[in-house]
């Protein structure tokens, strides 16, 4: 359970997109493990808004780190300017790690971790592949339980990372101080395409469900009539039609760095979570 609101202590963490894929995980190892907690969001007991700055010293007092993921992503026109920012307000209020969620292959990405590493604070840099997850906590499973995902990219293979794989890696980045310094570039275990992901889904759930490519105006079209919003349709144009485009391909070996352990598989997550049913006709939507 997150705690959203806690008394100040010497390692109270600030976990920022406490209710997104990562952050959520994020939060629930920490509690789990002892580590009090301060969830960072609009809704929290002490909001924290990045469009509203004026929440921002309240939600930094009195802590020692801060898991930085911005919603919906670095690579939102304008970022730059929030993430140097922050930074300084959380050195005005004497916090001395930043944890920054940041994504491969993003020009406005590197520049966000030059702003973290530049703060004087101390900072590990979580680099991430595609999630895994964005195919049963995002737009595509709706699509996924109709039967078809259809997307603007072809066989370029992609390295999907499972957002738990992140969290873990994160959540020891907070807690140890061995990870300082550290540029963790998480993937999964192998590079596949989306259509051999969707094939994998598809084994997974026992349904058939098929992977078709598109255009950019296409797969914009459709996400717009099936009312996914703005800021997101605009987000995925982009990284489909940008960073999805091979530069990413390469396998790392982050998870294994930091946590000694190869990463998870994306057989692996799409069995675990085909059994909860997210992918099922019958699937809340």
Request: proline share 5%.
């Amino acid at each position: 359970m997150i705690t959203e609101n806690v008394p100040s202590s010497a390692n109270t963490v600030l976990v920022l997109g406490a209710t997104g894929k990562t952050g959520r995980r994020v939060a629930e190892l920490l509690s789990a493990r002892g580590v009090p907690v301060r969830a960072g969001s609009r809704s929290a007991a002490i909001p924290f808004d990045w469009s509203d700055r004026g929440t921002w010293a309240a939600a930094l007092a009195g802590i020692d780190s801060v898991y930085l993921s911005y919603q919906p992503d670095l690579a939102v026109p304008g970022v730059p300017a929030d993430i140097k920012a922050f930074t300084a307000a959380a050195v005005a209020a004497g916090v001395r790690k930043l944890v920054l969620l940041s994504g491969r292959g993003e020009p406005q990405a590197l520049e966000c971790e030059a702003i973290v590493r530049d703060s004087g604070l101390t900072w590990t840099i979580v680099r991430c592949a595609f999630f895994a997850q964005n195919f049963d906590e995002g737009a595509f499973a709706e699509f996924l339980r109709a039967g078809e995902l259809a997307l603007p990219v072809g066989e370029v293979p992609e390295p999907f990372v499972d957002a738990d794989d992140i969290a873990e890696v994160a959540a020891a980045a907070l807690t140890d101080d061995r990870h300082a310094g550290e540029v963790y570039e998480l993937t999964g275990p192998r590079s596949i395409s989306f259509g051999r992901a969707v094939a994998e889904i598809a084994a997974a759930s026992g349904r058939e469900i098929v992977y078709t490519p598109l255009t950019r105006t296409d797969f914009v079209a459709a996400l717009t009539s099936s009312g996914v919003p703005t800021d997101e349709i605009s987000l995925l144009d982009y990284l489909f039609g940008t960073v999805l485009d091979g530069r990413n391909s390469r396998v790392t070996d982050g998870v294994r760095r930091a946590l000694g352990r190869e990463a998870r598989d994306f057989a692996d997550y799409a069995r675990a979570a085909a059994i909860s049913g997210v992918w099922s006709v019958t699937a809340d939507a």
